[in-house]
């Protein structure tokens, strides 16, 4: 599966975005997918993670409460919706799919990338 991100831009604190994440082939349905996101000089690091059916969410305790994570099969796209925003959320956010339908919460385990999408958060 082929990820494509979108979505990401400039907010100030307390704001909100919301990124997309096109996919194509007719195998998305069946994946976990997840978001991930990479600051500057950091390690990339799980964000929020749905299962195939949606039926399984998980999200970093750094973002739960604030951040809502969707999927909407008919159109092969993923959502990460990003509110009340803070600076230390600034980073790189990368979409990916998983190997399996269970939500993907560890990089070693994604089975392809979205190119990232750069959301910089002004206090």
């Known amino acids: 599966v082929q990820l494509q991100a979108s979505g990401g831009g400039l907010a100030q604190a307390g704001g909100s975005l919301r990124l997309s994440c096109a996919a194509s082939?007719?195998?998305?349905?069946?994946?976990?997918m997840g978001w991930f996101r990479q600051a500057a000089g950091q390690e990339r690091d799980f964000v929020a993670g749905?299962?195939?059916?949606?039926?399984?969410?998980a999200y970093a305790d750094s973002v739960k409460g604030r951040f809502v994570i969707s999927r909407d099969t008919r159109k092969n796209i993923l959502y990460l919706q990003l509110n009340s925003l803070k600076p230390e959320d600034t980073a790189v956010y990368y979409c990916?799919?998983?190997?399996?339908?269970?939500?993907?919460?560890?990089?070693?385990?994604?089975?392809?990338w979205g190119q990232g999408t750069q959301v910089t958060v002004s206090s």
């Open positions: 749905i299962s195939w059916d949606g039926g399984s969410i």
């Open positions: 082939g007719r195998t998305f349905s069946t994946y976990g």
């Open positions: 990916a799919a998983g190997q399996s339908g269970t939500p993907v919460i560890v990089a070693r385990l994604v089975r392809s």
